[in-house]
């Protein structure tokens, strides 16, 4: 038994207040409502504005889960992002959102394992605590997929869309926080989501970008066969490691990449709707940011209470594949303060 455990003290989200919807895609490419509804279960997503970055947007979440634990920047030990839309190829994100939070000479590290990111990372601050090596680790997921999007590319474009989501880590004595976890890659599919140029194999020639070559591009078909093989084969294996069953989970909180993966997975696990958190309807397809975006809903909209079992489970591009049970401390703080803003404080698209 680990004598050093790594509990959620504090969670945080951002979603940018422009809500795109499926009308207002379908005014821009040959696409409708009723299609990627019942495709993908998505009604609406935000587009970051034109002065929000993905930094920007780590800031706000990291932020609201600092505040939340008590914990000032200074006194962090280690910032983690996870993010496949960096502001930049280099510098790495991570040290741009601690220089601004001011966690002056704090160790940042950016994590890049596509929609998988957030819970890589987790799973990264919680070995770094149970090492005894940090105290204190921000851990943010946050995307801004909106600016890759090409309106001629419609089976991608209408999936993705833009936030951020944080958790603050912390040592402990008490047993909790990530008690198992499965990460897993398998590079062969590595064309299945793809930016083709950009980086170094395919620089961003003027030639690359008339092809459009610098968006994402899917294989959607070929990404859901696998993700519904996956999903269930992680979370078995982490429940595994825990010691634990399907039973024993209060909230399965999967990667928000389509309604009909997510309801596969439940129904293979044998996990009822009501334990699963989904807002992929809400917010589309956040990468990385989906699982700390629904996370930090469910803490917030009192879903889960202290002393609860998690099941996280994300997989993407890579491809990669990740799950983790998380046991949330008894002596959390009361939840359900929401701050969520209500659908119709949201700005609609100008
Ligand atoms: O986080 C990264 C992980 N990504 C995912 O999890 C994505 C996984 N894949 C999916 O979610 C689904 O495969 C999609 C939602 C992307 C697509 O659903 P599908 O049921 O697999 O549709 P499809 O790709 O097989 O396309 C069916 C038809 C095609 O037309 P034809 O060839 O049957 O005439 C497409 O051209 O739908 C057409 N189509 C569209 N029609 C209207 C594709 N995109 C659109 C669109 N609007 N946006």
């Not at 851990?139 to 833009?162: H, K, P, Q």
């Not at 912390?170 to 398998?186: M, N």
Request: with cysteine.
């Amino acid at each position: 038994m680990p004598s050093r455990y790594a509990s959620i003290t504090g969670w945080g989200h951002y979603a940018p207040p422009t809500v795109v919807t499926n009308d207002d895609l379908a005014q821009k490419m040959d696409t409708s409502d009723e299609w990627i509804r019942s495709r993908s279960g998505i009604r609406e997503r935000r587009f970051a504005g034109e002065d929000e970055t993905t930094a920007t947007m780590s800031v706000a979440s990291g932020r609201e889960a600092l505040e939340r634990a008590g914990v000032e920047p200074r006194e962090l030990d280690l910032i983690l992002v996870a993010t496949s839309s960096p502001d930049y190829l280099t510098p790495p994100v991570s040290s741009q959102v601690q220089a601004m939070l001011g966690a002056e000479g704090v160790g940042a590290m950016q994590i890049t394992v596509g929609c998988t990111g957030f819970v890589y990372a987790l799973v990264t601050a919680q070995q770094f605590i149970q090492a005894g090596t940090c105290d204190t680790i921000l851990v943010v997921g946050t995307e801004l997929i909106s600016r890759w999007l090409s309106y001629d590319n419609r089976s991608t474009a209408v999936l993705f869309g833009d936030g951020s989501g944080a958790v603050v880590v912390q040592a402990t004595d008490e047993p909790c926080g990530v008690v198992g976890h499965v990460l897993g890659s398998d590079g062969a599919g590595a064309e299945h989501i793809i930016v083709p140029a950009g980086g170094v194999a395919q620089p961003a020639t003027h030639e690359a970008i008339d092809d459009d070559l610098i968006n994402v591009k899917m294989n959607g078909r070929e990404v859901f066969k696998f993700a519904t093989r996956i999903m269930g084969q992680a979370l078995d294996e982490a429940l595994d490691e825990a010691g634990m069953g399907v039973d024993d989970i209060d909230l399965f909180v999967p990667h928000q990449a389509n309604r009909r993966i997510i309801e596969y997975a439940a129904k293979e696990a044998g996990l009822p709707m009501e334990k699963v958190a989904v807002n992929v309807d809400r917010y589309g397809n956040t990468s990385a940011a989906s699982v700390p975006l629904a996370l930090a809903e469910a803490f917030d909209d009192g879903r889960v209470q202290p002393g609860d079992t998690l099941a996280l489970v994300a997989f993407g591009a890579g491809l990669t594949w990740a799950s983790a049970i998380v046991e949330l401390a008894a002596d959390l703080p009361a939840l359900g303060e929401r701050t969520t803003p209500p659908q119709d404080e949201a700005t609609p698209l100008p």
